[in-house]
């Protein structure tokens, strides 16, 4: 399993290739219903969903950073023989991916065909404003290098990756108070990048608003010193 993403395929240009791991920004689309109450030091411990995933270390993983979130917003983790509060229950997923495949005679498209980048002045065809700290409303998700800067010539073949986080926290009586979504579409299904940002975006503005799905968008980790 891997993060949502889009790796161009072998018939893409090698440039393509070379900039896959250059580091941009992360889309995603978070859906939210909430009851939560006032954080005032609760209890929580968190589980897998899906029975299989508990005990790996790769969910342990994720679930330091979901223990991280609920820690830095006023909710405590359960300690050992203590009884919780609340159970956050949490399951990730990337798909096989979609083909997808788009033409051109020239540079026409150029880089800011259906996508948000900053350096074409907003959102080009999709445009849409800003919604709250680090949300925008507009579809289909950012790549600026996808086609490169000047667009493309002939057939491109990429492959399109849609990731999700489902986060679902209930009282320890059973009373849901938080129900979750987070997706994403990229060009890797690297789920080591994905979940990690897909929490990210879970978090961003929690518990949010319910009812209320927005873009979030999360920027990619500032470069260390000396690089």
Same mark, same amino acid.
């Given at each position: 399993m891997s993060r949502i993403g889009s790796i161009v395929r072998a018939t893409?240009?090698?440039?393509?290739?070379?900039?896959?791991?250059?580091a941009q920004n992360f =889309?995603?689309?978070?859906?939210? !219903?909430?009851q939560m109450p006032a954080a005032q030091g609760q209890t929580?411990?968190?589980?897998?969903? =899906?029975?299989?995933? =508990?005990?790996g270390l790769e969910f342990a993983n994720y679930a330091q950073l979901i223990s991280s979130k609920l820690s830095q917003v006023g909710y405590r983790p359960v300690a050992s023989?203590?009884?919780?509060?609340?159970?956050?229950s949490v399951n990730y997923d990337v798909d096989k991916g979609r083909e997808k495949v788009r033409s051109s005679s020239g540079g026409g498209f150029g880089r800011c065909f259906g996508y948000y980048d900053p350096w074409c002045g907003g959102f080009g065809y999709w445009g849409h404003p800003y919604r709250?700290?680090?949300?925008? !409303?507009y579809p289909g998700f950012y790549d600026p290098f996808l086609f490169g800067p000047g667009g493309f010539d002939g057939v491109e073949s990429y492959t399109v990756y849609t990731s999700e986080l489902d986060m679902k926290i209930e009282r320890t009586g059973g009373e849901r108070? !938080?129900?979750?979504?987070?997706?994403?579409?990229?060009?890797n299904d690297n789920l080591t990048y994905l979940v990690p940002n897909l929490i990210e975006a879970m978090f961003t503005g !929690?518990?949010?608003? /319910?009812?209320? /799905?927005?873009?979030? /968008?999360?920027?990619?980790?500032?470069k260390k010193s000396g690089r």
């Open positions: 893409a240009p090698l440039a393509l290739l070379a900039v896959g791991g250059c =889309d995603a689309k978070v859906s939210r !219903f909430q929580f411990a968190i589980k897998a969903a =899906d029975p299989k995933l =508990d005990g023989g203590e009884a919780p509060n609340l159970v956050v709250g700290r680090f949300s925008g !409303f108070v !938080f129900e979750g979504k987070a997706q994403a579409q990229s060009l !929690f518990p949010g608003s /319910t009812g209320e /799905t927005v873009k979030i /968008t999360v920027p990619p980790p500032p």
